[in-house]
């Protein structure tokens, strides 16, 4: 499958189903590319769908509820320029086309609401490192918005943006498990842990 070069090209490449309920669509948008007119299509559209429908599939389709994707595929000129302009952009050479990952940032505004009544952070982090076969986890400060990524569970690295480190690979235990707290309220969390643990 080739780089969509015309608009309906385009649009047919935003159609493909990544899931249940997402399609390539939701992962497209970026404020980089309306800003600095740079177009955010893949130049391998169907490793593109390959990663995005692992990440929707395994993680994000029928675990969290509504969501919002604040951010997910960018593609190498948009990733650079972001991260040239410290627009919050990781650097392209942490970038593997060895191995197939996906990321994206999430809101969940069930989350939102939680963390205004009190709830930390890291309940949410430690259900996740729990429950999901994540790779990569990092939290943001505002609305609770996090990064989570879909590739080798076995490298996983969990982090509060964008130094405090809770989890990482090279570690024999995990000194800051506490604390971890409850996500009780949320059918989705509470249908997961029935029938993964």
Request: glycine share 8%; with cysteine; charged share 20%.
């Amino acid at each position: 499958m080739r780089s969509p070069k015309t608009v309906r090209a385009a649009e047919e490449f935003g159609r493909a189903r990544l899931s249940r309920s997402f399609f390539m669509r939701d992962f497209l948008y970026r404020e980089i590319s309306n800003v600095h007119g740079i177009p955010n299509l893949p130049g391998d559209p169907g490793f593109a769908i390959a990663a995005g429908s692992r990440l929707c599939q395994d993680l994000l389709q029928a675990t969290f509820g509504r969501l919002t994707v604040r951010s997910a595929y960018r593609t190498r000129a948009m990733n650079a320029l972001g991260n040239a302009r410290h627009y919050n952009c990781a650097s392209n050479a942490r970038d593997s086309r060895s191995s197939m990952g996906a990321m994206a940032c999430i809101v969940i505004p069930w989350f939102v609401d939680r963390l205004a009544e009190g709830t930390r952070w890291q309940a949410m982090a430690w259900w996740i490192h729990d429950h999901l076969p994540y790779s990569q986890l990092q939290f943001f400060p505002k609305l609770g918005a996090f990064n989570i990524g879909a590739g080798a569970p076995q490298a996983r690295n969990l982090q509060l943006h964008p130094s405090t480190r809770l989890l990482n690979p090279t570690w024999r235990a995990e000194p800051f498990r506490q604390p971890r707290g409850p996500l009780s309220g949320c059918p989705q969390f509470c249908r997961i842990i029935r029938t993964r643990t």
